[in-house]
Every structure is written in structure tokens, then in C-alpha cells.
């Protein structure tokens, strides 16, 4: 059974800082993707990676794709309150079907 | 907007009751995929149709049941409710089931509340 296990789970910080959400898996994926999910609304997509050793950036947000394609990570410079929200990976093309396999999720916090 | 349509956005029954939670997924995607997300359960897979056919299972209870219309559009049937089965439902879609992106995009969700 493929997993993807994010850490930390839950985060906590003060306006300004720099945070980093990662994301493991033992399995090879075709791509990676990062959803942002506030209260009682959808995961909204983020970003996709597809390339081992990747990077893409989004104005704060720093994404980046493990050379053997089973792990990620998200970097936030500078963190904003309105980046609060629950994070979650998914990976994709462990089988032919088009499902992802989702990490539970990093709740994080950013206090003003 | 994803552009992923849910109806309804809330839903209220008792124990015992049948409700269907409808999805429409974006124009040119032919698949879709059911999640249901609880606090203590994150965002957990049921199933997926692709084009009117089944395509992939996940953790979908007996009790509950799905297809896709031949518009595309989605119904996922819940029956002989629980009150374990109050969470969020999400309706997801994507254009092909292959490929190397593998993107979904959500609908809002409806939130179903057995009491």
C-alpha cells in the first residue's frame, strides 16, 4: 500500500517566519501535487511537480520535488496569516487510474 | 471556482435516512472522484468513474453507492445513514485518468450532518 507521510502534522507560527512542510513516500510517483485547504472549502491546487529535482516557486511558496520522486517539500519564506490553512500532498501515477494517494495533511497557523 | 459544482452545500438528516450528493465536474473532464474528509479521518478516497464506467475503489462502504451520467455529471448515494457518516463530501474531476500531471480539481463539498 503506498503512503504518503507529511510532517509536521501541525504547525504554529508568528508572522515573518520561514516554515518548511515535507512529505515522504517510499514509492516512486509520476508527479506531486500541494493543495491549500481553508475551513469547510475544497483543496484548492497549488502546484504540480513532475520532474526529479524540480523546483517551483509561487511568489512565497518554494516547492520542490525529490530527485527520486518520492518526496517533496514546501518552503514558505516570511510567512503571512493568510497563508493559514491545512496543506496536503497527493501523488500520483501509481496506477493507471488517475488516483492520488493524499498525506493527511500539516495544519498550519500563522499568528499575526 | 474550480469550476467543480456541488449540490447541496449542506445536508441534515436522521439515522437511517438515504440522501444523494450530486457533482458536476468541469467542462471536458470525463472523470470523477469522491472523497469524504472527517476530523479524524483527513481526506479519504471512495471511488472514481471515468466516461460512465467505474474505475478505481477505495474505502467506500457497502451503504453507499456512485455513477456518472452519461452528461458526465456525478451522484454518490448514501443509505441507511450513521452518525459516523456525518463529514465533508468532496467531488473531484480531472480530464483523463493518465498521463504524467495527474491534477484534480475539488467542487466545495457538501456537508452532511446525520443526527
Known amino acids: 500500500t503506498q503512503l504518503l507521510e507529511q510532517s509536521p502534522q501541525f504547525l504554529s507560527i508568528q508572522e515573518g517566519e520561514n516554515l518548511t512542510v515535507y512529505c515522504n513516500s517510499s514509492s516512486v510517483f509520476s508527479s506531486l501535487q500541494w493543495y491549500r485547504q481553508e475551513p469547510g472549502e475544497g483543496p484548492v491546487l497549488l502546484v504540480t511537480?513532475?520532474?526529479?529535482?524540480e523546483v517551483k516557486k509561487l511568489k512565497r511558496l518554494t516547492f520542490q520535488f525529490g530527485d527520486a520522486r518520492k518526496d517533496s517539500s514546501l518552503h514558505i519564506t516570511a510567512a503571512q496569516p493568510g497563508d493559514t490553512g491545512l496543506y496536503l500532498c497527493?501523488?500520483?501515477?501509481?496506477?493507471?487510474?488517475?488516483?492520488?494517494?493524499f498525506g493527511q495533511g500539516t495544519t498550519l497557523q500563522v499568528k499575526p | 471556482d474550480s469550476g467543480v459544482t456541488q449540490t447541496p452545500k449542506h445536508l441534515i438528516t436522521a439515522t437511517g435516512q438515504r440522501v444523494t450528493l450530486r457533482c458536476s465536474p468541469r467542462s471536458g473532464d470525463l472523470s470523477v472522484y469522491w472523497y469524504q474528509q472527517s476530523l479524524d479521518q483527513g481526506l479519504q478516497f471512495l471511488i472514481q468513474y471515468y466516461n460512465g464506467e467505474e474505475r478505481a475503489k477505495g474505502n467506500i462502504l457497502e451503504r453507499f453507492s456512485a455513477q456518472q451520467f452519461p452528461d458526465l455529471h456525478s451522484e454518490l448515494n448514501l443509505s441507511s445513514l450513521e452518525l459516523g457518516d456525518s463529514a465533508l463530501y468532496f467531488c473531484?474531476?480531472?480530464?483523463?485518468?493518465?498521463?504524467?500531471?495527474?491534477?484534480?480539481?475539488f467542487g466545495p463539498g457538501t456537508r452532511l450532518t446525520v443526527t
Open positions: 497527493a501523488g500520483g501515477g501509481s496506477s493507471n487510474t488517475g488516483k492520488l494517494i
Open positions: 473531484a474531476s480531472s480530464e483523463t485518468t493518465t498521463g504524467t500531471t495527474y491534477e484534480q480539481y
Open positions: 511537480v513532475v520532474t526529479g529535482g
